[in-house]
Antibody
Framework: QLQLQESGPGLVKPSETLSLTCSVS??????????WGWIRQPPGKGLEWIGG???????YYNPSLKSRVTISVDTSKNQFSLNLNSVTAADTTVYYC?????????????WGQGTLVTVSS | SYELTQPPSVSVSPGQTASITCSGD??????ACWYQQKPGQSPVLVIY???KRPSGIPERFSGSNSGNTATLTISGTQAMDEADYYC?????????FGGGTKLTVL
């Protein structure tokens, strides 16, 4: 059974960079036909897609966040990571890592448990 | 940018059929999927590729997609189906989510 687990600081200061890592277990991140993504959800609000990456490093980003986002992959560690720079209070949300199925509407078949990141000084 | 529109809330009586719609320009030309999210939990995929059910999802969940509207239908709705539901599609080079619909079973 595939499992995804987010890790990283729960508190980030305004204007700094938010960095999260997703560790994948129970399967290989190098599987074809999948993208590995980040999705966020402000408390009590809807889902917002941040972006996704293939095992070979091909990336897609939400146009509204693209200027601040970098997603990278480390196949040797079976992990992928999110960097979001110049954060503000509006970036305070629960961040999920996820596996997307490529070529089929990019549906998510596996989700992490989510991690709350608060932006505050 | 592409947008998906869902009604904020839908109410249904136990045992009845609930329908949740998701509207977007020519949505029927692309795959839609649906997630169920209960409070404090990660979303769960309930329908993918318009009408397919993942393993473990009850048969009472079904989906359709045509024209500008995708629909999630829950037949014989149970109290355990009370949750937020999100549609999702892929547009050119980005994932798009609908705003979510709160299903109340009362």
């Amino acid at each position: 059974q595939l499992q995804l687990q987010e890790s990283g600081p729960g508190l980030v200061k305004p204007s700094e960079t938010l960095s999260l890592t997703c560790s994948v277990s129970g399967g290989s991140i190098s599987s074809s036909n999948y993208y590995w993504g980040w999705i966020r959800q402000p408390p009590g609000k809807g889902l917002e897609w941040i972006g996704g990456i293939s095992y070979s490093g091909s990336t897609y980003y939400n146009p509204s966040l693209k200027s601040r986002v970098t997603i990278s992959v480390d196949t040797s560690k079976n992990q992928f990571s999110l960097n979001l720079n110049s954060v503000t209070a509006a970036d305070t949300t629960v961040y999920y890592c996820a596996r997307h199925k490529d070529g089929s509407g990019w549906y998510v078949d596996y989700w992490g448990q989510g991690t709350l990141v608060t932006v505050s000084s | 940018s592409y947008e998906l529109t869902q009604p904020p809330s839908v109410s249904v009586s136990p045992g009845q059929t609930a329908s949740i719609t998701c509207s977007g320009d020519k949505l029927g030309d692309r795959y839609a999927c649906w997630y169920q999210q209960k409070p404090g939990q990660s979303p769960v995929l309930v329908i993918y590729q318009d009408k397919k059910r993942p393993s473990g999802i009850p048969e009472r969940f079904s989906g359709s997609n045509s024209g500008n509207t995708a629909t999630l239908t829950i037949s014989g709705t149970q109290a355990m189906d009370e949750a937020d539901y999100y549609c999702q599609a892929w547009d050119t080079s980005a994932v798009v989510f609908g705003g979510g619909t709160k299903l109340t079973v009362l």
